[in-house]
């Protein structure tokens, strides 16, 4: 049943309601000037502070030496790298391991070389991958893996004006099944299991990440045997004690072996579309090698000896 109300009742509850609503026509008539809503605050999100993330030293020979994911900064402002595929394991020891190849290599020649390193962990940026893989697509990261980049680009570009040609070498670790050291010129397995006369007459080391210093190597060194024979870093290496692929004595990986060829930054800052610095990605084993202080110091030495004899006989310096 319906309660009967008023009608007194009834047009006092329609009078207030369109006071309350406002914005359209009063009972008198009059129009009433609109409303304008309080302004929206968007939330303040502080500018990202970058301080510590990227870390960069000039030197004075020809050499660029990159720690590109041995960080181990995650910032709880940044969203972790969640990106399909992406890899976000650290190469654990990388950072230290660059830092006393760069110490070492000063002492023996009394020439600093470049360093870069990315003090970021990898769940949070990549130093060796595209922007949006880099970053996982995290925009507010962008600006790091321009500085990071741009630094690069720089280092380089400096570096090669110190001797007129340079060489970039990328400091990884890897954990596969077999100890030794991968060095990586963006050739294939398929393309190392190649036999020396066919690496040449397909002229194979074109699409190497050292395409130029099979054209300008100051021993005159052929293209095999700058990537594997006598005059190749993986033999200097081998002949330090430190087992690497490719060498001559291990030639390529075989089909079942994991192996790392180079990545985003050995293209960018190597010499196979051009430019005056070859790049080198150095994968490295773990035990032995990076595991102990003592290990990364004495194979930080040996690296030193090899890089200052590799720089002198194929690259002209220093110049007598
Ligand atoms: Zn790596």
Redesign the pocket.
Known sequence: MIARRPLTVLLLGIFLGAVACGGGASDSGVVAPPVTPPPVTPPQTPPLDTTGFLEFTAGTAPLVIVA???GALKPTTIPDRTCTGC?VL??AN?ADLARLIVDAFERRTGKRPFLALNHLH?VKFDG?RDLDEATGSHTMLNGVWNSWQSALDSSTARAARVGGRALYL?????AHEVARIELGYLLTGTQLRLSDSALTVGSVMRQSSIARLVTDARSGASDVALLRGAASLGALLTGAGYPAVPSPADPAPKAADSY?TG?YNTVRHGSRDGGATDAI?M?CYFAGLRDTAENRAAFADQLAVALAEFLLKQYGWPAS
């Open positions: 590109p994911h041995g890899e650290a190469d990388t990898r060796n990328e400091v990884h670790g890897h790392f990545g990605q994968e």
